[in-house]
C-alpha cells in the first residue's frame, strides 16, 4: 500500500508463540471469497500468515541471544491475484527482536574459597571473580557487584561496584576469627534487575604478631635461711611459665633475668626455674627480679614479669608502689612537637617522694620508636605523630621500685590536624565545548577537576567563582558544566572563572585554580553573539580605528622626542669633552666662573677636580670639602644645610639644572686635612662645633637628590693616584666621633 519494497516489523523476545507480529500492508482481500491470496515461500519458518488474513503470526519462539531460537527472521510472501492472469509478486519481510533482560549474571567458578594470613593489609587485593550476563551488550549486561550485609561482611568488599576485585577492607586477626563466610551478589542494569549470588568462605591464617604472655604478672619466692647456691625457688602463685599467644604458631620461649638485679639469680632458660646465686645470699633482701620470656624464633616477641625476693624473717614493704589509676589515656594532635610531655604516670607513694628510684617497662619494644618514660613517670614524644599512620597506641606499663610492682595500661589517641592543602592535579584547567544549546538535559559537560586532599577523613568541595562563573556549574565529583539556561547570554568566546576547593578540616584550607572555558561558534551562534557582532560591527569598529591612529601618533612623537634629545646629548657630550677634561663624562660642568667645591676623583682617575687641580678659582685642594665624586659633589654644593666651608674660601657654585647620571663606580667621601688656624674644625659642619649652636642637621632639597642610591662611607679613601687624589686623616676630636658612619643617600 505504501510502495515500500520490504516490510518490517520489531517485536520482544519474550513475545508469546502465536501472537501476532503484525499486518501486511498490501492491496486486496485475502479471505476465501477475496481477490488475493498470502502464503509463505520458506517451510518451517518461525512466522506465519493467518489463514484468510494478512497478520503475520509468531509459530517458533525467538531469542536475542540465540539460545532458544533465531534473534532475526527473514521471509517472503508471495501475493497471487485470483481469477486473472496477472502474475504474482514476493513481499520480503523482515522481523528484528529486540532485547530484554531475561538472563541473570552468572558467576564463573563458584563457590570461591581464600586463604589469607592475619597481616593482609586493608587495601590488598585477595580475589578477582568475574560473573558473566547472556543478554546482549548495555544495560541489561552491565553488572554491579557488592557484598550483602551479614556477619564479617565488613572485613571484605569489592574495590569498585562495576570491577570484580576484591580487597582487604578491616584487619584480620586470627585469634578472634579464625574463618567466616561472606555473600557475594551480581546484579545487572535491566528493568527488573536480575541477580545471583554466591558464596566467599575466607580462611585467616596465623601469624607472628602477638607477644608471649605469662601465666601470672607478678611472682614472689621466699629465701630461706639454709638455702645455698643453687637452690631452686619455689614462686608463688605458681610455677613461673609463658605461653606464645599466636595460637596457630605457638612458638617455643627461653627464660632469663634482666634488669638490674639479674646477676643475683640463675634462670633455667627451657623451664623458667629459678635458683639463688652466691650473690643473692649475700644480699640484703627484699629486691626484685625482671624476668623474660622470648620467643626462640623472634627475639623481637616477648613478655616481662616480676619476682619479688624477700627472706623469711623479712615482711613485705609496708607501702608497696602502685600506679594511682589503671588506665592511663592522652589526646594528641599529630603536629605535637617531639620532647612535649604527653601524660603523666603517676604512681602512689609518688616518684619523687619514693625511697628508690622507680623504674618502667613497657610491653612492646615498637614503644620506644614514637615514645619515652622518664624516672619520673613522664610520657615524652621523641618522634613526630601521624594520623594518617596510625591514629592510637595501646600498651601496657609496669612500675618497679625493686621490691614491689604494679601494671597499667596506656591508650595514646591522635587528634587528626588540617595539614593539607586540597591539591589540583593541573595548575590551571583549559576546556573547550562546543554542541547545540539544550544537550545533555538542559547542561553541557564541559570537563572535570581532579583534586585530592592528604588528610585522610577530609572531604573537599568545589566552588566556582569569578566574571562567568554564574554560566558554569561544579558538582561534587568535580565535573563541569556549561548550564543550558545561560546559553543565551553568552558574548564571549572564552569564559573565565577561579575553582576553589575546601577541605573539611578545622580549620579548613582552600586552594583555587583558574579555569577557562573556550566556547565554540555553535554555542555563540546560538546564543546569538554572532548577530550582534556582524550588526554592531560598524559601531564598534570606527572608535576603535580612531583609537588606533591616535596611538600610531603618540608613538611617532615619542621616537622623534627621543631621536631629538640624544643628538643634543651627544653634541653637549663632544664639546663637554674638549673644553673640560677634569669632569667626568656622565655630569655637566659647572660654569667657568664658578669657584671649585673641591679635588673630585673618580674611580681614581688622579686628576684635579672641580675648579681645576692646579691653582683654579678656589683655593684648590686646600678649599675642597673632601674627595667626592662629582654627582655627590654636586649635592653638597647645592645644599644649604650640610657641610658649612670656610667663608672665606666658599664661593657660589653654579650647578647645571641636570644632575649626573649613574656612576659605574662607587662614590667615597673621606674627612679633610686639618689646618693651622683652627685645626680643621672650620672645614667641618656647624653641628659639630662644641662651641657653636649648630643646626639641627642635614636637610636635602629634594630636586638635587640623583635617582640612584649611593653609598658615603666615611671611614674608606678614594683611589686616587696623583696628588689631589691624596687625602690625611683629619685630628679634630669632634670629627674622630664620626669616623666610622655610614650615611646611606
Known amino acids: 500500500m505504501n510502495g515500500g519494497a520490504v516490510e518490517s516489523f520489531f517485536i520482544s523476545e519474550d513475545t508469546p508463540v502465536g501472537s501476532v507480529i503484525g499486518t501486511l500492508s498490501v492491496n486486496g482481500d485475502p479471505s476465501e471469497a477475496g481477490d488475493i491470496t498470502l502464503r509463505l515461500q520458506e517451510s518451517n519458518a518461525a512466522v506465519a500468515v493467518a489463514a484468510g488474513t494478512k497478520n503475520l503470526t509468531l509459530s517458533r519462539a525467538l531469542d536475542r541471544e540465540e539460545a532458544r531460537g533465531p534473534s532475526n527472521v527473514y521471509v517472503n510472501v508471495r501475493c497471487d491475484r485470483r481469477r486473472t492472469t496477472d502474475p504474482s509478486f514476493i513481499i520480503p519481510v523482515s522481523v528484528r527482536v529486540w532485547d530484554v533482560n531475561d538472563n541473570a549474571p552468572a558467576w564463573v567458578g563458584a563457590p570461591y574459597r581464600v586463604r589469607l594470613s592475619e597481616l593482609t593489609a586493608p587495601g590488598s587485593r585477595v580475589l578477582h571473580p568475574r560473573a558473566h550476563d547472556a543478554d546482549q551488550p548495555g544495560p541489561h549486561a552491565t553488572i554491579h557487584y557488592s557484598v550483602l550485609p551479614a556477619a564479617h561482611s565488613e572485613y571484605l568488599g569489592f574495590l569498585n561496584e562495576l570491577d570484580s576485585v576484591i580487597v582487604v577492607k578491616k584487619p584480620l586477626d586470627y585469634e578472634t576469627l579464625k574463618n567466616f563466610t561472606i555473600t557475594l551478589r551480581a546484579q545487572d542494569q535491566g528493568t527488573p534487575p536480575l541477580h545471583n549470588d554466591t558464596t566467599l568462605e575466607v580462611e585467616v591464617l596465623d601469624a607472628d604478631d602477638q607477644n608471649p604472655k605469662f601465666s601470672h604478672e607478678h611472682y614472689s619466692a621466699i629465701i630461706s635461711d639454709d638455702a645455698e647456691p643453687g637452690t631452686i625457688l619455689e614462686t608463688s602463685p605458681g610455677p613461673i611459665s609463658a605461653v606464645d599467644q599466636d595460637v596457630g604458631i605457638n612458638a617455643p620461649l627461653q627464660y632469663s633475668a634482666t634488669g638490674d638485679h ?66 592511663y589515656h592522652a589526646a594528641v594532635p599529630e603536629d605535637t612537637a617531639p620532647g612535649a610531655r604527653l601524660l603523666h604516670l603517676h604512681t602512689d607513694p609518688p616518684a619523687e617522694r619514693h625511697e628508690a628510684s622507680l623504674q618502667f ?109 554564574g554560566m558554569l556549574e561544579v558538582n561534587e565529583l568535580g565535573e563541569v558544566f556549561l548550564r543550558g539556561d545561560m546559553v543565551s547570554a553568552l558574548n564571549s568566546s572564552v569564559l573565565h572563572a577561579l575553582a576553589t576547593a575546601q577541605d573539611s578540616g578545622h580549620p579548613p584550607r582552600q586552594t583555587s585554580v583558574p579555569v577557562l572555558v573556550h566556547v565554540g561558534p555553535r554555542l555563540l551562534a546560538a546564543s546569538g553573539g554572532g548577530a550582534g557582532g556582524a550588526g554592531g560591527g560598524g559601531g564598534v569598529l570606527v572608535p576603535f580605528a580612531c583609537a588606533l591612529a591616535a ?151 629634594a630636586h638635587t637628590i640623583p635617582a640612584r642610591v649611593k653609598q658615603l662611607s666615611w671611614d674608606e679613601r678614594p683611589q686616587g693616584s696623583g696628588p689631589e687624589g691624596t687625602v690625611t686623616d683629619a685630628t679634630n676630636a669632634a670629627l674622630a666621633d664620626h669616623m666610622n658612619l655610614t650615611v646611606y643617600f
Open 262 to 327: 639479674r646477676q643475683l639469680v640463675s634462670v633455667e632458660k627451657d623451664t623458667g626455674r629459678v635458683a639463688a646465686t652466691a650473690d643473692l645470699l649475700r644480699h640484703q633482701a627484699p629486691l626484685t627480679v625482671v624476668i623474660k620470656a622470648t620467643q626462640v624464633d623472634n627475639p623481637d616477641r616477648y613478655a616481662l614479669a616480676t619476682l619479688s625476693l624477700s627472706r623469711l624473717a623479712t615482711a613485705a614493704p609496708a607501702r608497696p608502689v602502685r600506679f594511682t589509676r589503671r588506665l
Open 361 to 469: 617497662y613497657v610491653s612492646d619494644r615498637s614503644f620506644l620508636e614514637k615514645f619515652a618514660i622518664n624516672s619520673a613517670g613522664e610520657v615524652l614524644l621523641r618522634r613526630p605523630l601521624d594520623y594518617e599512620t596510625t591514629d592510637a597506641y595501646n600498651y601496657q606499663v609496669m612500675v618497679t621500685d625493686g621490691d614491689s610492682n604494679d601494671t597499667a595500661a596506656i591508650n595514646i589517641t591522635v587528634l587528626n590536624v588540617n595539614e593539607w592543602e586540597p591539591r589540583f592535579r593541573y595548575p590551571q584547567y583549559e576546556f573547550h565545548v562546543d554542541g547545540e544549546a539544550g544537550e545533555g538535559g538542559g547542561r553541557l559537560p564541559v570537563g572535570r577537576l581532579d583534586v585530592y586532599d592528604g588528610d585522610r577523613p577530609d572531604t573537599v568541595a568545589l566552588t566556582l567563582r569569578g566574571p562567568d562563573a
Open 551 to 701: 596611538l600610531a601618533l603618540l608613538v611617532c612623537a615619542l621616537l622623534l622626542y627621543i631621536y631629538r634629545n640624544k643628538r643634543r646629548s651627544k653634541a653637549a657630550a663632544e664639546v663637554q669633552s674638549k673644553t673640560s677634561s677634569g669632569f667626568v663624562s656622565h655630569e655637566k660642568p659647572r660654569s667657568s666662573s664658578g669657584a671649585g667645591v673641591g679635588a673630585a676623583t673618580v674611580g681614581g682617575a688622579g686628576e684635579g677636580g672641580v675648579g681645576g687641580a692646579g691653582g683654579g678659582a678656589g683655593g684648590g685642594a686646600s678649599g675642597s670639602l673632601l674627595s667626592v665624586s662629582a654627582g655627590a659633589s654636586t649635592i653638597l654644593a647645592n645644599s644649604t644645610s650640610s657641610l658649612d666651608l670656610r667663608a672665606a674660601e666658599a664661593v657660589p657654585v653654579t650647578t647645571s639644572g641636570r644632575q649626573s647620571q649613574r656612576f659605574t663606580s662607587k662614590s667615597k667621601v673621606a674627612p679633610l686635612p686639618a689646618t693651622a688656624g683652627d685645626g680643621g674644625v672650620s672645614l667641618m659642619s656647624d653641628h659639630l662645633r662644641p662651641t657653636s649652636p649648630g643646626r639641627s642637621g642635614v636637610a636635602w632639597p
